[in-house]
């Protein structure tokens, strides 16, 4: 097989899986989707994980140590939990609006909205704004 054919092939197979859509063509639209995630799982992750050693051995140890180990630090575990949690629930609800859970409409209607109503309904039952300390469930 000439070089020239091998080329002529692959844009043949290009232009050919370009037109596939999930509508059209289902099953190869998920057999392709469904290799796509075994090799994402399979080599792409555990690449960056042992890659990154020191981050998924160190940050989970410290954590662990932190919340089961009592020291001079037990009487401020409390903020920094409650801190820790709202930046995970924030963090998390920006990446579930990220990639499709929710336009900008929906995250602000779902998500924003009723944080924004409860800290107004707080300031005017006390009759002062509250002392911001980063929590989805206390003022």
Do not use: D
Not at 66 to 91: D, M, R, Y
Not at 108 to 122: D, S
């Amino acid at each position: 097989m000439s070089k020239n054919s091998k080329t002529q092939k692959k844009k043949v197979e290009e232009v050919s899986f370009s037109h596939v859509t999930l509508l059209r063509h289902p099953i190869i639209t998920l057999t392709t989707l469904v290799k796509v995630l075994i090799h994402f799982l399979f080599q792409t992750i555990p690449r960056f994980i042992l890659g990154q050693k020191l981050l998924f051995t160190l940050v989970p140890l410290l954590a662990l140590g932190f919340h089961f180990l009592e020291g001079p630090h037990t009487k401020h575990k409390p903020l920094i939990e409650e801190v820790f949690f709202f930046c995970v629930w924030w963090i998390g609800l920006g990446i579930a609006s990220s990639i499709g859970l929710g336009t900008g409409l929906h995250t602000f209607v779902l998500y924003l909205g009723p944080h924004m109503a409860k800290v107004t309904m707080a300031s005017n039952e006390c009759n002062y704004i509250p002392e911001f300390l980063p929590s989805k469930w206390n003022f």
